[in-house]
């Protein structure tokens, strides 16, 4: 269980199973959130996550690959693409500092 | 609640995992190519005889294109998966060899010997990386990929391409046998629950699409592009969302609807079905009513449609081969819808009725959470999920057009 400061987020990643469908399409929706607090989004492959990502966001279907893909990083499964509540929580945390675990 | 909660845990023995990975395996090394398989595509819905615009200079890239251009796009994607650019150079090379002298596109062909060419120059790199003397390095580099890669072309040439050209046969005649006795629908069976699970990508581009190109190369269209890309029973499971599903949820089908079928993004959909695994049925319905609908009516694409939007449908709609298309969209769409309305109790099932009653936000709350427990004991799920956004109208959706072929 690891735990990260929102305030220090510096990179997110949305993965989905090709990384270039869904999450090309939320990563375009938390671009436009967290760009200004200069946090990178990145939408890759599940089976690819760059190892450089502080918190991961995917789908709970495809949460188990992405613990094996990136097993020490935070993981956020999503059960929605629009709307999510977990979602909506990685971006409080960014804005207001607060704690993520995963 | 805290974000504890959301710590995935991996169940059981991972063997969606394990599928999901192969599967994944294998719609990687063709997705990042599409951009060369819609060229072709349009090429050829344009220029060929019976096309768009009749050329024959133009339609001459057709052949090179679909035998040459795109197996060995697959096998360099294949190679570079497993070992980077030095693999992806080898299994370039390699796909060369089974794609020459081949009679039907190699795709499958390419999608085995890329990878494999690539990991044996793997285990080499690996056997001598330790015994090279300061100097040789760039020789003994350039050497091992250019001897292995010769040499996996040769082993194509003579051995896996005519094994492949053989089993793509066998599947194509399976295929012949499944539309001749009018039970290609029966596919959907299995398709539309693979898909929710995220194998949809596997199954498109690691399995039908393949066989499709082969057809398509032949007849100039196949139905096989149509099988997991329809865009319609998506369209009408969200219909039915939006006018029985949960309240909660309603207000998020418009978006999910526009993001599915014209964005062609079918993930959308799938947590929709995956909350109430019942609605499965609803999409086998709406699939294989679509299936059979392209069947009968002779419909097929010239190329596949990938991201799965209308648009993409009918950017590879060959000439005169609306009508089916867009009557198996629609019939597929209206199947799902009837069917998910009804497992939807038209919005009045159990649990459902209470929501016209006057309910506090929290009982509603307390509701749903009890419905998605369920849902999600049912998927062997662990977490317990507040209910999605109560239309909370920031979910603006994204730019379609963005997307479109």
């Known amino acids: 269980m690891t735990t990260i400061n929102g305030s220090t987020v510096r990179k997110v990643v949305i993965a989905c199973d090709a990384g270039m469908g869904s999450s090309a399409m939320l990563a375009g929706q938390l671009r436009r959130q967290l760009g200004k607090h200069s946090v990178a989004v990145e939408h890759t ?3 690819a996550i760059p190892a450089d990502a502080d918190v991961v966001i995917c789908h709970q279907g495809l949460a188990e690959r992405a ?6 990083t935070i993981i956020v499964p999503i059960q929605v ?3 999510d509540p977990a979602v909506t929580r990685v971006v409080k945390a960014v804005q207001t500092g607060g704690d993520l675990d995963g | 609640m805290t974000t504890s909660n959301y710590t995935p845990t991996v169940q059981g023995t991972g063997v969606k995992a394990t599928i999901q990975r192969i599967g994944g395996f294998l719609a990687g090394m063709v997705m990042p190519n599409i951009g060369a398989f ?8 344009l220029f060929i005889p019976t096309g768009w615009l009749p050329n024959e200079d133009f339609a001459a890239l ?10 060995v796009l697959i096998g360099y994607t294949g190679g570079r998966l497993v070992h980077g650019q030095r693999g992806a150079v080898v299994g370039a090379v390699a796909t060369v060899g089974i794609v020459v002298g081949a009679e039907v ?5 390419a999608m085995i010997i890329g990878p494999a060419a690539a990991y044996v120059v793997k285990r080499i790199d690996g056997l001598i990386q330790d015994r090279i003397r300061p100097g040789f390095e760039m020789l003994v580099d350039n050497f091992t990929a250019g001897i292995v890669g010769a040499g996996m072309a040769l082993l194509g040439v003579w051995g896996i391409g005519p094994i492949v050209g053989r089993l793509t046969d066998i599947a194509g005649s399976g295929v012949d046998w499944l539309v001749s006795h009018h039970l290609l629908g029966l596919v959907s069976v299995i398709v539309e629950p693979a898909k929710v699970l995220f194998l949809n990508n596997a199954i498109n581009h690691g399995v039908l ?8 190369a032949e007849a100039g269209k196949s139905i096989l592009f149509m099988v997991e890309t329809n865009p319609g029973p998506g369209l009408g499971l969200l219909l039915a969302y939006f006018f029985f599903g949960p309240r909660s949820l309603r207000p998020t089908a418009p978006a999910a609807m526009i993001i599915q079928f014209f964005g062609g993004i079918h993930e959308v959909y799938f947590p929709y079905v995956l909350m109430k695994p019942r609605l499965i049925l609803a999409m086998i319905a709406g699939g294989a009513a679509g299936v059979s609908t392209f069947m009968i009516t002779g419909a097929g694409l010239v190329a596949t449609p990938s991201p799965g939007s209308v648009f993409a449908y009918f950017a590879v709609t060959p000439k005169g081969g609306w009508f089916g298309v867009v009557l198996g969209i629609v019939i597929a769409a209206a199947v799902t819808f009837a069917v998910a309305a009804l497992l939807l109790g038209f919005g009045r099932k159990a649990g459902d009725e209470a929501d016209d009653a006057a309910v506090t936000p929290e009982e509603q709350a307390d509701r749903e959470q009890a419905e998605l427990a369920a849902a999600q004991r049912r998927s062997a799920d662990n977490k317990n999920l507040a209910p999605a956004s109560r239309g909370s109208g920031d979910d603006t959706p994204p730019q379609a057009t963005a997307k479109e072929s």
């Open chain 2, 38 to 45: 819609i060229a072709w595509g349009l090429i050829t819905a």
């Open chain 1, 81 to 83: 693409f629009i709307g």
């Open chain 2, 62 to 71: 057709v052949g090179p294109m679909i035998t040459l251009l795109l197996p």
């Open chain 1, 67 to 72: 613990r094996i893909s990136a097993p020490d």
């Open chain 2, 209 to 216: 699409s393949p066989l499709g190109v082969t057809e398509a």
């Open chain 2, 105 to 109: 596109p190699m795709f499958l062909g």
């Open chain 1, 45 to 47: 492959p599940v089976d």
